[in-house]
Structures are given as C-alpha cells and as structure tokens.
C-alpha cells in the first residue's frame, strides 16, 4: 500500500507544480481548472490502487480500499492539523469516490499482473 500511496502522491504533486506553472506564467484562473484537477485526482487514484494491486498480487481490494483510505486521511490530517478545518459533505463524497476508485485500480492490479504471468 506504502508504494501505491507514493505513486499517488508523486502525480498529484507532479500535476500541481504543472498547473502552478500554468497559472503562474498565463492569463488562466483556478476555476478553469477544477475539473482537470478532479479527473486527475481520480486518475492518480486508479494508477495507485493498481500499482498496490500489482505489488500484493492477491486480496486487490483490500489493497486498494486501503490505499484509499492511507490517502483520505493524510489529506484529512493535512486539512484538519494544517488548516483547522473537518471535510465537509462534498469532500466524504469525492473521498468515498477516490476510495472507490483505488479499490477498481488495486482489483484491476492484481488481475493484470496475474494474467501476465500466466501466458
């Protein structure tokens, strides 16, 4: 789960220092983004269930519902002991998708790998 969360966490950070830029240097707003960075955060999700899949080669979904988990509170520990705040409504329901998202990445994990290794 360790390397799934460390893929995840080198996209998003990777996709933010790149949009930074984008915001940075042109006439764009944050608003124009919201939902590229949406789709890149499920994105990144999925990449991270599934390379936590692929590393335990069984039990994906435990993997990758623990994947999810690892990420949604380290953003919660970083939003409630950095900025003083709790998740609101809309954040549970973007986390129970992220958390959904990583279980689909660490399922299609462990089936990918071990279909590989079978031919």
Known sequence: MV???ITILVIILSVSFII??????????????????????FVALLV???VSGGKSKQKG?????GTGLLYSL???LVQFLGYNNTFSTEQYLFHGGYILTAIIGGVLGVNVVRNSRMV
């Open 48 to 50: 991270g269930g599934f």
């Open 61 to 65: 979904w435990m993997v990758g519902l």
């Open 74 to 76: 380290l953003v919660f």
């Open 3 to 5: 390397y799934g969360l």
């Open 20 to 41: 930074s830029l984008l915001l940075r240097f042109t006439s764009l707003t944050e608003s124009s983004f919201s939902w590229i960075i949406m789709i890149l955060t």
